[in-house]
């Protein structure tokens, strides 16, 4: 079946910890994304690819940086300076950065900094 | 800068009654909506999409929504909910020059008591 899988589940860091949050999808799709969801926010962006190598920052990218070396994976990576990192992570794709497809999610990954 | 606000932040309902959930959006320009929902332990997933045509669009599970250009609004109707509609509903809007990111809303939580 078709679909992004985000690993892990549910993710435990130390403060100062950094600590990487995988995604892949094998839905051939080109532009992935990565979302935040926190309650009563909605999902912030945090930051967005629409093809290999290329990446840009959303509306909160600030202490997250994030790697395309592959069309499938879509790695993001939760530094120590993110300030408030606890939070619900989604990654999503679509099949192309500018078309009208709907977003594609995965199941989300949770990080608690303890 | 565009954002969506979505009118409810937590909507109770009883079974049979009838759902209004509010969207709005501000960008003046050509836009693409969705309802999205996150039932409770599963990923979010595509109720329904406006790109052009008809206003009112209809999704799955007998939900629909109109959308009205003067009023810069999309809201989501069912005439009558279920236990089972008990979820989180997002607003999302694609933006045509914003390089295909896709802006939620914050959310509206719906409970419905069988």
């Known amino acids: 079946d078709g679909g992004i899988t985000q690993s892990p589940k549910y993710l435990f860091r130390k403060e100062g910890q950094n600590v990487t949050l995988s995604c892949e999808q094998n839905?051939?799709?080109?532009?992935m994304y990565w979302y935040r969801q926190d309650p009563g926010q909605g999902l912030r962006l945090i930051y967005y690819s629409q093809i290999v190598n290329d990446f840009q920052k959303g509306d909160i990218a600030e202490g997250y940086s994030v790697s395309r070396e592959k069309k499938e994976s879509f790695p993001l990576t939760v530094t120590s300076a993110q300030k408030n990192p606890t939070a619900f992570y989604l990654c999503?794709?679509?099949?192309?950065?500018?078309?009208?497809?709907?977003?594609?999610f995965g199941e989300g990954s949770r990080l608690t900094v303890l | 800068a565009q954002s969506v606000s979505q009118h409810n932040h937590h909507v109770i309902l009883s079974e049979a009654a009838s759902l209004e959930l509010g969207c709005n959006y501000s960008y003046g320009g050509t836009v693409n909506l969705f309802w999205y929902v996150q039932y409770p332990g599963q990923h979010l997933q595509l109720l329904l999409k406006y790109f052009s045509g008809d206003p009112l669009v209809k999704g799955i599970k007998g939900f629909e929504a109109e959308f009205i250009k003067s009023k810069f609004s999309f809201n989501l109707r069912k005439p009558s909910v279920q236990w089972s509609d008990t979820a989180e509903y997002f607003c999302?809007?694609?933006?045509?020059?914003?390089?295909?990111?896709?802006?939620f809303g914050q959310g509206t939580e719906l409970s419905v008591k069988p």
């Open positions: 999503a794709s679509k099949f192309s950065l500018a078309g009208t497809g709907e977003l594609f």
């Open positions: 999302a809007v694609n933006v045509y020059n914003q390089g295909g990111k896709l802006i």
């Open positions: 839905l051939n799709h080109d532009a």
